[in-house]
């Protein structure tokens, strides 16, 4: 019986985080691809700072485009964690002491 509530309270201090990912059909010309004004060539890839996205284009001018950093997906924190953002990194802190590392663990 105790095994029960060890495992539920793990889940329920754990944080769960799903990917965010996009693709773009190939474009009618082939001669590469555009994410946000900037031209990726075939085969290669951008990494956008701005938007915390990753974008490489494919052969076919297909292009995918995963978030990385704290845009990598949706977060969900435990109670008395707090998520604070530096650019696209990010550290997971104590809601009530911003300099104390939250204890979590990742599940998913």
Not at 57 to 84: E, N, R
């Amino acid at each position: 019986m105790s095994a029960l509530w060890i495992i539920a309270l793990v889940c329920a201090m754990s944080m769960r985080v799903e990917s965010s990912c996009m693709l773009a059909l190939p474009g009618p010309d082939g001669a590469g691809c555009t994410y946000r004004g900037h031209h990726i060539a075939a085969g290669d890839t951008y990494r956008d700072m701005d938007s915390c996205m990753s974008c490489s284009c494919g052969t076919d001018s297909s292009m995918q485009c995963c978030g990385f950093g704290h845009a990598a997906g949706v977060f969900s924190l435990p109670d008395g964690c707090f998520m604070l953002k530096d650019g696209c990194d990010f550290k997971i802190v104590s809601s009530q002491n911003h300099l104390q590392p939250c204890q979590f663990s990742i599940v998913g």
